[in-house]
């Protein structure tokens, strides 16, 4: 068996709408000014923010980028003693949340215009016609899924009634999730498999989060969400990144997949350098590695910055680095899994294609 961990960061949802550091603080103004009535306590966030303007005569500092807004306010609080400004976690909580697509909204067109179990290329419009199409693609590789239509069902059916969703078994890879976002999108996707398809037995899917054993059972996909979550406790992209004990749990599963892993492959994610938590939690894991074989990351490098951090901090010979899209590598999933001859005799639809599809990405120019 060969175990893969996959590190999501911000990146990763962006194409979603979800904000990330540099745009976070504009979409939350917008927030601001197209609902002054709900979002009225923004004010004194957003005054607060702009009172920061004083650092600029005197330090380059970036007062777009949420992380080093934070980052100040939580220095001046550690140093000085000040309380954390009360409504800072209610406002990232409430820009997140606002930005997230709805479960309704991602199937609504769809299920009110097709019922595509009688349509040649069902496969295709499994997960929608739109960007989640490509997510859901891939989170159903992750949880090793494959669907198949059943014997009965009739026109006027809605017809994810009439697909049966399950786990495939016979798979030589198994999956889990470390992430650095507070988002709920790989809950949603398996908020969407248990109400819209037809599970065979009951089955149930989701996300195990809890560090319940002494070692991590691989036979289930894990998610490990470093900075907690909207839903719950939520740690500030800042430098002072002191853990929770309501995320320790997180963190233990977290290290105990890297320790595993046999391959790491990172998403989205640009190694900031106020993220030395996560550098220290890669190299501590790698004490325990046993065969620890590549090590691949994908994220978008304006500048070569990226690129150097990440030059500067893996030394292993079997790291690869792309500074490509991300729907450029989802689609690639995507690609595979649908076009490649998916469509079996007995009509099963098999998400066995990514290793083919990463393999094939990070192999090209």
Request: net charge neutral; charged share 25%; proline share 2%.
């Amino acid at each position: 068996m060969e175990k893969v961990v996959y590190i999501l960061g911000a990146g990763f949802s962006a194409p979603l709408g979800l904000p990330v550091m540099d745009n976070f603080y504009s979409k939350s103004k917008d927030m601001y000014l197209n609902d002054l009535e709900k979002y009225s306590y923004f004010k004194d966030v957003i005054k607060k923010i702009d009172e920061l303007s004083k650092i600029k005569n005197y330090y380059k500092t970036d007062l777009f980028n949420i992380e080093e807004i934070l980052s100040i306010l939580e220095m001046e609080r550690h140093a000085s003693g000040k309380k954390t400004h009360k409504d800072i976690i209610k406002y990232i909580k409430h820009v997140i949340i606002h930005h997230t697509p709805q479960e309704n909204e991602i199937f609504s067109t769809l299920y009110k215009h097709e019922d595509i179990l009688f349509l040649n290329n069902w496969q295709e419009l499994i997960f929608g016609n739109n960007l989640w199409k490509l997510y859901g693609m891939f989170f159903s590789n992750l949880q090793n899924l494959k669907f198949q239509p059943t014997q009965n069902f009739s026109n006027s059916d809605q017809s994810r009634s009439h697909i049966i969703c399950k786990t495939n078994e016979d798979t030589f890879f198994k999956y889990s999730i470390i992430t650095l976002n507070y988002d709920l999108i790989p809950e949603i996707f398996c908020n969407i498999l248990n109400e819209y398809f037809n599970k065979e037995g009951g089955q149930q899917f989701y996300w195990e989060k809890e560090y319940k054993k002494d070692d991590i059972v691989w036979s289930v996909p894990y998610l490990a969400k470093l900075h907690g979550c909207i839903t719950s406790t939520i740690i500030p992209p800042t430098w002072n990144k002191s853990a929770s004990k309501k995320i320790v749990s997180a963190w233990k599963i977290a290290y105990k997949l890297l320790s595993d892993a046999n391959h790491i492959r990172i998403l989205g994610y640009s190694l900031p350098i106020t993220d030395s938590y996560v550098k220290y939690l890669l190299k501590s894991a790698v004490l325990q590695a046993e065969n620890l074989k590549s090590i691949d990351i994908l994220c978008i490098d304006n500048d070569g910055s990226v690129k150097k951090r990440y030059e500067e901090f893996i030394e292993f010979k079997n790291k690869r680095f792309r500074n490509k899209d991300l729907n450029l590598y989802l689609e690639n999933i995507y690609k595979y899994n649908v076009i490649k001859n998916q469509l079996r005799e007995n009509k099963q639809f098999v998400l066995d294609k990514l290793e083919e599809a990463h393999e094939a990405f990070f192999s090209s120019d």
